[in-house]
């Protein structure tokens, strides 16, 4: 609550509202990062505002999670440019080498894949997000190096 009143402090009175991008980030953050409708409606009881006015920003953005996720999600851009030098296919290879379709989480809980809109790296496609970096230029053996990285807890998230 305390990081929470710091952001709502940014803002003037009566505006709580403006704070909602942080303060879902670090609801997110705290709650194994994904936003359950509970916690949802709590933020909206804190911003004093509607409950649908906090679901419409957290399905809009898709850094909020309204599911559980894996320790490590994939986030495959699939936006234009990345689309034309193969985001997608390596968003395909990313599914078929975990064994699962995209928006789901391999049974050990392990690994997610998802598809964005562009992440603002258009001139390094294909690339995907993992945790707050890159990773461009993306081929099928830089994606298995970076799986194998993962399991042997080489990759730092943040
Ligand atoms: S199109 Fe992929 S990062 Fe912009």
Redesign the pocket.
Known sequence: MARINEFISHYPEGKKKSAMLPVLHAVQDAHDNWLSVPLMNKVAEILEVHPIEVYEVVTFYTMFNQHPRGKYTFEF???????IRG?EDMLDYACNKLGIKEGETTEDGMFSVVGTE?????G????LQLGDFYHEHLTEEKFDALVEDCKQGKIKLD
């Not at 562009?118 to 258009?122: E, I, N, P, S």
């Not at 390094?124 to 690339?127: A, H, K, Q, S």
Request: proline residues 6%; charged residues 5%; positive net charge.
């Open positions: 851009c699939r936006t234009s440019c990345c689309s985001g562009c992440l603002g790296a258009c390094y496609g294909p690339m």
